[in-house]
C-alpha cells in the first residue's frame, strides 16, 4: 500500500528522541514523527528547548513536527521561532488532551467548547508564524457536536494539517473511537486530513480506511506500540515477524535510555510503560505484565524480559 502516508503519535512519556531513534533503526514504515508536547516556552531560547528532544544531531527535522500545548499566540509563536532556527519546517498544536488538570484550564480537549478563543489566538498566530502550522484534535470536549463550530475557525486559516481523533476529551481513551462521524465530517474540512484513533491491526486499518476514503494519510499510536510491525504490515513490506527484532529494540531501546540517565533505575517507568503496550503482541499478556509491572531494579527486568522472549511467542 505505498500511496499510505503513516505517521506516529506522539505519547507523553514513551515516543521521546531515544525511542524514535532505536525505532527507526529496527522497524520501517512510519514517514512521520512528532514530539510529546512541550509546555511552559517563556522566553526566546528557552532552556527547555535546549535538549536531545528537539535538538537536531539527534532528530530528523524533515520528518519530525514539535508539539506545543498552549493557547497562548505568543508562546506558540515563541516555540514557533525556535523551532524555525533549528531547522524545523511545521509545529502541531495539541488541542486532543483529554486530561482534566489540562483540559480544566481550557487547554488542550479543553479548548474545544471555545471556538471564539480558538479564532482569536488562530488569527495572532497566522499574522505572524513562520513555519507549517498543524493541529491535532478531537470532536470536542465534552459534546462531540463542538467540532462543527471549530471547522468553521479551522477553515479561515491555511493550517498545514489537520488530524482529528474522533473521540471527545470526556471519554479520555475509552469506548471505541467515532469513524462515522470522522467520514461524516470530510467534506466540511479545507485542511489536508490526518486520520487518528483505534488502528491495532491490518484489519482495522482496512475496515477504516474504507470508512474514509479518500483520506491516506493516518497517525498510528497505541496499536504500533503494542506491535511495532504495524506500519511495516501496512505498507505491505513486513515480509517475516522475526522475534528477534522487537528483542533486540527492546534491549536498544534499554540500554539507551540507561546510559542517557546515567544507570538509574528510573528508566524503569518509561519501559514499563511501554511494556504495557507491547505486552499485547505476545500469547498471554497477562501473565506478561504481571511479570513486568512490579518490577523496581535493573537485574530484575533485564532477567524478566529474556523470560518473556525465551518463553512467549508473538502472536
Ligand atoms: C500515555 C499517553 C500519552 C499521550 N501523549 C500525547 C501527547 O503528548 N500529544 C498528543 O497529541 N497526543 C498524546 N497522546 C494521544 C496519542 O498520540 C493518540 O492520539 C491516541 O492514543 C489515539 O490514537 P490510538 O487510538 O491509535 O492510540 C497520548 C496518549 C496516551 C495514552
Request: charged share 30%.
Amino acid at each position: 500500500m505505498a500511496s499510505v502516508k503513516l505517521s506516529l503519535g506522539p505519547f507523553q512519556g514513551i515516543t521521546d528522541a531515544p525511542f524514535r531513534n532505536v525505532f527507526k533503526k529496527h522497524f520501517g514504515g512510519i514517514d512521520k514523527f512528532y514530539t510529546p508536547f512541550f509546555t511552559g516556552i517563556q522566553k526566546d531560547h528557552a532552556k527547555n528547548m535546549q535538549v536531545e528532544e528537539i535538538d537536531p544531531r539527534f532528530n530528523d527535522v524533515e520528518t519530525l513536527t514539535p508539539q506545543i500545548l498552549s493557547t497562548d499566540a505568543e508562546e506558540i509563536l515563541r516555540f514557533a521561532s525556535q523551532c524555525k532556527e533549528l531547522g524545523y519546517k511545521e509545529i502541531n498544536l495539541n488541542m486532543g488532551c483529554p486530561f482534566p488538570r489540562v483540559a480544566n484550564k481550557k487547554r488542550g480537549s479543553g479548548l474545544l467548547p471555545y471556538p471564539e478563543k480558538i479564532d482569536t489566538m488562530l488569527c495572532q498566530v497566522f499574522e505572524k508564524i513562520e513555519v507549517g502550522f498543524s493541529v491535532k484534535c478531537r470532536l470536542g470536549y465534552v459534546n462531540p457536536d463542538e467540532i462543527y463550530s471549530v471547522l468553521e475557525v479551522f477553515n479561515k486559516y491555511p493550517l498545514s494539517e489537520l488530524i482529528i481523533h474522533p473521540r471527545i476529551g470526556k471519554q479520555l481513551y475509552k469506548g471505541e473511537a467515532d469513524v462515522k462521524r470522522f467520514a461524516e465530517l470530510m467534506p466540511l474540512i479545507k485542511a489536508p486530513l490526518v486520520y487518528n484513533g483505534d488502528i491495532v491491526s491490518m484489519e482495522s486499518f482496512e475496515c477504516i480506511r474504507k470508512q474514509v476514503q479518500p483520506v491516506n494519510e493516518f497517525m498510528l499510536g497505541r496499536g504500533l506500540l503494542a506491535n511495532p510491525f504495524l506500519a511495516e504490515e501496512i505498507k505491505g513490506s513486513c515480509h517475516t515477524k522475526d522475534i528477534d527484532k522487537p528483542h533486540n529494540y527492546v534491549i536498544d531501546l534499554y540500554e539507551d535510555r540507561l546510559r542517557h540517565a546515567g544507570g538509574s533505575p528510573k528508566v524503569l517507568g518509561r519501559m514499563k510503560e511501554l511494556w504495557s503496550y507491547l505486552m499485547n503482541s505476545f500469547d498471554e499478556p497477562q501473565d506478561i505484565w504481571r511479570k513486568i509491572k512490579k518490577i523496581n531494579a535493573l537485574r530484575e527486568y533485564e532477567e524478566a524480559v529474556e523470560t518473556v522472549f525465551r518463553e512467549h511467542t508473538l502472536i
